[in-house]
């Protein structure tokens, strides 16, 4: 550990550098969810490994296939990019994955700057992917950066599968990762940077996720809109019939109404209970972040709970309904009503899938509406959950407290990363989440952002662990 003070001063006086390639990378609008920004996460794809090869990696692209859209169209997966840094049979491998698609963004949903132009204000770089999760995996480049010009031995191997398809339930990437298991089984530990701290002042390290069940509910009442003058009152409606059962998945206090998923949650014990009250979380804080008028609860336990140990149900929006400004009186023809529910151990995709179809089956049959209903499942996630107490952590612990002098929170996270319990089977090694970015960096949301301080000390934490992980 001789290195890491230069490895610091390093990574202080280059910092602006970094921030340029953040800025390269945000500017490349690799949204998975868009068909039509496909070429761009290919080039986010191809942008990843230019980067990683330039810094003398070893760098191939896994071809993931093709997407099948619901029009029937195909469309090519963007490449995973695998890295790999030393061969030394005498180290330990490190995997690290990231990804660096993004969700959707448009100034006009309510940005003060432009989405894919990173730019600074008040220490606070905003931009689509700043947070989640283009600045992590540009924190790791620049620690390689910094290793690579003070010519200082890499202490460890390391070896990265970058995806651009996670916020898309990263569609072929567990294939990917079975097809090259051969590449990966060498794997000692592995990292994700991809979640947030709890607050804004203190570092977590994080040793559980969420999963993730979407689905479509699509009702169609007739062949094409109709006037709601002329047929209102005489057509049974499909958006009638969706907001009817919409409105009977979850209570008003989030109590999902899905008989069967309460009985499938893992029983609390009282080990698991005792770590909430040490953690570091203030309601008041939590809710002037999220800027919304309630909570559920005004427990810090029970709030985190919620967010981390119980499944929770989202309603996300209708296609085909009219939701723009001004007052159109049409009926629309077809709706489907998207919903998610995110789950926890021990419920399974498999089941949930079973316990909401017949839950919904069943609305449908009490309907009795004329119109046709059919549920789709979307994508699917497992969660997951590690033991925190093993030397990965402790590497990651060390890392956090020679940075920011303090021994860091350890957390769940509510989000759901899919490949995370994948990557954890095939390599048999522990994983852990190392979030660099701050809890009000509002990924997913308007003006996403990381702070320029938690970037740079982010690089600097993910430096230390790199050594710590030798040790
Ligand atoms: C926690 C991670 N940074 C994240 O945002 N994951 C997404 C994954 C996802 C699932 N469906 C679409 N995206 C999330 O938790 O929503
Ligand atoms: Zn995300
Ligand atoms: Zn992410």
């Not at 309601?283 to 985190?304: A, M, P, R, Y």
């Not at 956090?400 to 989000?415: H, K, N, Q, S």
Request: aromatic share 8%; glycine share 8%.
């Amino acid at each position: 550990m001789e290195n890491i003070d230069a490895v610091f001063k390093s990574i202080d006086e280059h910092q602006d550098e970094f921030i340029d390639l953040l800025r390269e990378s945000v500017a490349i609008r690799s949204v998975s969810a868009d068909p039509a920004r496909r070429g761009d996460c290919i080039r986010m794809s191809e942008w990843a490994r230019d980067q990683l090869r330039t810094l003398g990696a070893e760098t191939s692209f896994w071809d993931l296939g093709k997407q099948q859209l619901q029009s029937g169209e195909e469309l090519p997966l963007p490449p995973a990019v695998f890295g790999v840094y030393g061969r030394d049979k005498s180290k330990k491998t490190l995997l690290i994955y990231g990804h660096l698609d993004v969700q959707p963004a448009e100034k006009e949903d309510g940005w003060n700057t432009d989405p894919f132009e990173l730019t600074e204000i008040d220490g606070k770089l905003f931009g689509r992917g700043s947070t989640d999760d283009k600045g992590p995996v540009i924190a790791w480049i620049a620690v390689l950066k910094v290793l690579k010009n003070l010519g200082i031995e890499l202490p460890i191997n390391i070896k990265f599968v970058l995806e651009c398809m996670e916020e898309s339930s990263s569609e072929g990437l567990e294939k990917g990762l079975e097809d090259n298991i051969d590449k990966i089984s060498d794997v000692t530990y592995s990292c994700i940077s991809d979640n947030y701290w709890l607050g804004r002042n203190k570092p977590c390290l994080t040793y559980g996720l969420r999963g993730i069940c979407y689905y479509f509910v699509e009702i169609s009442c007739a062949r094409q809109d109709l006037h709601s003058g002329i047929n209102g009152g005489s057509v049974p409606e499909a958006l009638n019939d969706l907001m009817w059962i919409m409105s009977q998945l979850v209570t008003v206090d989030g109590q999902i109404l899905i008989p069967g998923i309460a009985e499938r949650v893992a029983p609390l014990t009282k080990d698991e209970d005792d770590l909430y009250d040490k953690i570091d979380f203030c309601v008041d804080t939590f809710k002037q972040e999220t800027g919304s008028h309630g909570l559920i609860s005004d427990s810090k336990k029970n709030l985190l709970m919620n967010r981390w140990r119980y499944p929770s149900l989202s309603l996300h929006g209708v296609e085909g309904a009219f939701s723009q400004p001004g007052a159109k009186t049409v009926i629309p023809a077809k709706v489907i009503g998207k919903f998610s529910l995110r789950i926890v151990p021990h419920m399974t995709p498999e089941a949930t899938d079973k316990l909401v179809t017949s839950y919904l089956d069943s609305l449908w049959a009490k309907r009795k509406s004329p119109n046709t209903f059919k549920i789709t499942s979307g994508h699917g996630g497992m969660p997951w959950v590690a033991d925190f107490r093993d030397a990965n952590f402790s590497a990651g612990s060390r890392a956090i407290e020679r940075v920011y002098g303090m021994t860091p929170d350890f957390t769940r996270e509510g989000g759901s990363i899919p490949v995370t319990l994948t990557i954890q089977d095939l390599t048999k090694s522990p994983v852990m989440l190392l979030p660099i970015g701050a809890s009000d960096d509002m990924a997913h949301s308007q003006n996403e952002k990381i702070n320029r301080e938690n970037f740079v000390k982010g690089m600097k934490v993910l430096a230390a662990y790199l050594f710590e992980l030798a040790v």
